[in-house]
DNA sequence: TCATTAACTGTCG
DNA sequence: CGACAGTTAATGA
């Protein structure tokens, strides 16, 4: 893990919410202070327990944020990708920030102090409230979340998983673009990787999925809708 | 070649 | 459904 600069005007990121915010002249003073983290596969750049040093914008790479339970256990909270912030939770509170997050391949992290967020937060207001609308939403997400945990059976959670996975990344030559383990699955899902395993040879045999080494491939989206169907919310 | 790791299976409580 | 034991395959020092 490493820290260097790169500038926002030549990023290529067009989803990212600093980006799209760079046409007004304030956010220039604020975009030059910002750190960039450069991070190899499975680097942990938040550390649980420790104080948030302000907000992390992902620029490029894939990132898991995670909570870790009394037994050990990890539970992945989220799966981000790049134009997604992570950190939003913590910020603006003195309190410890509870949460873990990792590399989950090769990614650039554009860093923000609490300082800088503050001053961009009082001064562009176009940014202030995209952020809010970003929190609600983010809030909505997370009501949607208990009602799936309280709700849906262990098999329920993997489909699930994979149904987001699949539409928030996407498949590429057949498979989705993204490397979890299977370990990585149970944390998701809350439960073990036997379990998770079982579930996926098992949808495998059913045809609905494939597997090409620990990547997996959708291969019949309605099919495994139609399973959590009458929990009607997806994971968002 | 040996050691390590991850995917997977069987079985029990 | 979780926990534990054990097998297999891939990888790499």
Known sequence: ???????????????????????IEQMAAYVEKKQNVVCKKSDQFITEGAPLQGLYFICSGKVKTVKTGINGREQIVRLTKSGDIVGFRGFGTSKKYLIGAYALEDTV????????????????PEFTYALMLFYADELNKSENNIRK??????????????????RKFGQVNGVVDIELSRKEIADFAGTTEEQAIRIISSLKKETLIKTVGKRIGILNVSGLRSEIMEHKYLTV
Request: net charge negative; hydrophobic share 40%; proline share 0%.
């Open 149 to 166: 945990i309280a709700h849906m059976n262990v098999r329920e959670r993997v489909i699930d998983l994979l149904l987001y996975i699949h």
């Open 1 to 23: 893990m490493k820290e260097e600069q790169t500038l926002c005007y030549s990023c290529a990121n067009e989803n990212c919410f600093i980006r799209k915010h760079l046409h």
């Open 109 to 124: 992290l554009c860093n923000f102090s609490n300082e800088t967020m503050l001053e961009i937060l009082k001064h562009v």
